[in-house]
C-alpha cells in the first residue's frame, strides 16, 4: 500500500496550527487588521468570523482574536482572569534602534489606569473619579459650546471644509486640554506627537518609521512632563491633572510621580483622540443617510440618542486587549494562560444577536447604550460622560447653523492601527447662502439641553401611523403600523415587542410584534380588549382609527428564540400566540422541528388561528376550551428531553402551571413573556433599608426601605439599564457577588434564582442587610 499522500503534501501543516494544536481557518490566517479591509469597516470585515469562527487565532498578529457580543462583554467582565495590562503594549515591536531613541528621552511611560491591575487600579480610579462626576461635567459645558462655536465660526461662510482638520481633531484637543487643565500654547506640537503615540501603540510602524515616531513619542513625553512641573506650580488651578497632583498629597502611594507622568501623556490621547475620531465617525455615519440627519435636524431632542447609536454603529474605539492571566474558555475556545485577545468592540456592536439590524443607523434604537465601545466593568471608559457631552454639543452645533450641509465625494482613509479609528478627511459642502442663521440670527442663542450621562430609552419615541386596523375576533383587532414619515422600519427577531404609547406618554402598553420580520415596511400588533382596562387596550379599541397617529419604543426583545436549538415546543393561550406567532413562523422558515399548542376559551375568539393552520398543518394543536379540549401540559412534558426549548406566553395562571410540570426539566429549558404584572408598590412597614456595595466602582450604597436599588443606583450616577420597572423585561440584570438576593421579577428561571448570583435591580432586594453587585 502506498504511504498517504499527506507524507509528501506541500503544505506546512504545523504552520497552520494554532498555539493550542487547533488547525488555523483560512479566515483566520488572512486577518489582518492593518490592512484596508479592517480599517475601512471592521465590523464587515470581520463578519464571517461572528458567523462561522466568533473566536480565532490570529497567526498574522499572535492575538486571539474575539468578535461576538457576549464575548466580548464576557472578557471585559472577568477582569482577573482577562488582564488590561497589556492594553497601551505596542502591538508591533519596535527595533532596537527605536528603543535607543528612546531611552535617550528617558521615556518611562508606566501604568495610568487603563492598564494597571487591582488592586492598585480600583484604589487610583476611585481617588481620581471625581472630575467625572456629572455635576463636575455641567461645569464644562459652557467651554465645550464655545469651542464648537468658535470652530465652526471660522468656516460656515465657505460653502466647503474639511471638518476633520478645519474642527473636528483639534476643537476635542483643545477641550481634552481643558479637562485635564493643561495650558492650551503647546496644542501644535502635542497634535503631532499624540498621533505618533498611537501609531507606536497600536500600529505598525516600518522600521525606518519607528525612529521617527520613537523621536515624537520621546519628545511628547518630556513636552508631558515640563507641563506637569508648570502645573505643579499651581496646584489650585482647574483640571483633571492638577485634582490629581492635589490628590497626590494625600495618597502619595496611590497616585505616584510615575502615574502623573505618564497620565499626563496617556490622558491626552484618551481624551482627543477618541473624541475627535468619535465626532467624525458620527458625522459620517449621519450625513451618509441623509433621511436620518434630516430627521435630527428637525428634532434635535434626538440628538443624545442619536450620539449613543452612532458610537456603537460606528465608534472611535474598535477593539481593545486583554491577557489571559490563566486558561480559559472563551465562546467554546480553550485560551491559554499567557495568550493575548484582540477584542473587537466594534465587530460586537453589530452583533445581529443583540442588536437587531446592527447594520442601520436607528437613531431611537432602543439597545444603543448596550454597546461596548467605551469597554466594559471595573476599566470601562471613565470619560465616557465628557464624551458624550461634546458629540451632544457638537452635532447640536452643526444640526441648528449647517443643516444643509451634505458629504462631499471623497474616498475615506484610516491612520493603520488596531484600535483608534476615524477618517482622516471628512469633506463636507453647503450652500452658505442658506445658512440659516442668515435669515434668522435669533437661532444662535437658541441651545438644546445636553444629557450627561446614558440616554434615557423613555425618552425616546418611533411617530408612526396607523395604516390598517383589521379585526381578528370579537375582541381582539390586528393593528399594520408603519412610520410616520414613510420610511422603513427597522428589522427585529422573532419575541421581540413595542411599547406602544395609549393617548399619552404616561400611559405605554407593551405589544409582542407578530407579523413577518422581513417586513421592513410595518409592524403588526394584535390587541385584545381588556375588560379590566385601565386605559391602553380600551383607548386602542374605542379610539384608535386607520389613519391616525401615535409614538412606539422600541422594538426591543427580552424573549429570544434560540435558532440553534434541535426542537422548539410553543405554548400559547388566548393572546399570548402572538410572539409565539413570529417563533414559529422562523422555525418553519429555519427547516426546524417544532409543534405549537394553542389554547383558548373558544374558536372563534382565538386570534391569528386560520393564519396559523394555513401555515403550520398538523404542527399546530388547538385546544378551544368550549369544545371540551384542554392542553394536557403534565403529560405533554412528562419526559425532559434536553435539546428541545421551550417558549411560553399567556395568561399567568398558564405559566405557573408550566414552571410547575417543568420543574424536573434542565434549567433554562423554559422561556417565557409575561406582559402583566403589579407594579412595585413598596410598603416601608412591611420592607427593610439595607446596603448594596458595588464592587467595580469601589462605593457602597444605602438602599431606603421605600427605595428600589435602582433608584438608588441611578440617584448615583451608576449606569444600569432599565425598561419596565416592574420586574419583566429583563434590561436591569445585575450580577451579584455576595449575599442573598429576594427575588420580585418574573424573569429568572428558578436556576437562575437558586444560584444567587444575578438579580433584577428594579424590584428584587435583599434578604439581609448587604447586597455586592457587580457594578
Ligand atoms: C478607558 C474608550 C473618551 C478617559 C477607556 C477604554 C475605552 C475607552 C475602550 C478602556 C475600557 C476598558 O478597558 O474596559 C473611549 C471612547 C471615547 C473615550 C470611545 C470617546 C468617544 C474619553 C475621554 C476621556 C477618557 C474624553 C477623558 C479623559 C479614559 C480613562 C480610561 C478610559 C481615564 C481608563 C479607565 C480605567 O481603566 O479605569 N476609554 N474613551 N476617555 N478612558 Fe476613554
Ligand atoms: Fe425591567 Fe428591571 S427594568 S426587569
Redesign the pocket.
Known sequence: MSTPDTARCPIDHAAMLGPTGCPISPGAAAFDPFADGYQQSPPDYLRWSREQEPVFYSPKLGYWVVTRYDDVKAV?RDHQTFS?SI?LEKITPTADEANAVLASYDYAMNRT??NEEEPA?MAR?RVLIQPFTPEALAEHEPMVRRVAREYVDKFIDDGRADLVDQMLWEAPLTI?LH?LGVPEEDMDQLRQYSIAHTVNTWGRPQPEEQVAVAHAVGNFWQLSGKILQKMRQNPDAPG?MPYGICKQKDYPEVVTDSYLHSMMMA?IV??HE??AN?IANALKSLLQQPDVWQELCDDPSLIPSAVEEC?RHN???AA?RRLATRDAVVGGVHIPAGAKLLIVMSSANHDERHFADAGRVDIRRDNASDHL????????????N??RLELQVFLQEFTKRLPHMRLAEQRFDYLPNTSFRGPKHLWVEWDPAHNPERAHPAILAQQQPVRLGEPSRQTVTRPMRVERVTRLTDDTVLLRLVAANGQPLPKWQPGAHIDVECGSAELSRQYSLCGDPADSGAYEIAVLRDAASRGGSSWVHEQLKEGDRLRIRGPRNHFRFDESAKKAVFIAGGIGITPIAAMAHRARLLGMDYEIHYSGRSRKLMPLLDTLIAEHGARLHVYPKDEGHRADLTALLATPQPEVRLYACGPERMLGALQACTAHWPDDTLRVEHFQTEPPTLDPAKEHAFEVELKDSGITLPVRADQTILSALKAANIDVQSDCCEGLCGSCEVRVLGGNVDHRDLVLTRGERDAQDRMMVCCSRAVGEKLVLEL
Request: proline content about 0%.
Open positions: 471585559f488590561a492594553a489606569l487603563v487600579h480610579r481634552g479637562f483633571w490622558g484618551a481624551s477618541t473624541t468619535g458610537i465608534g472611535s474605539v481593545w465601545t467605551f469597554g466594559y466593568g471595573s476599566h470601562q471608559c471613565m470619560g465616557k465628557l464624551a
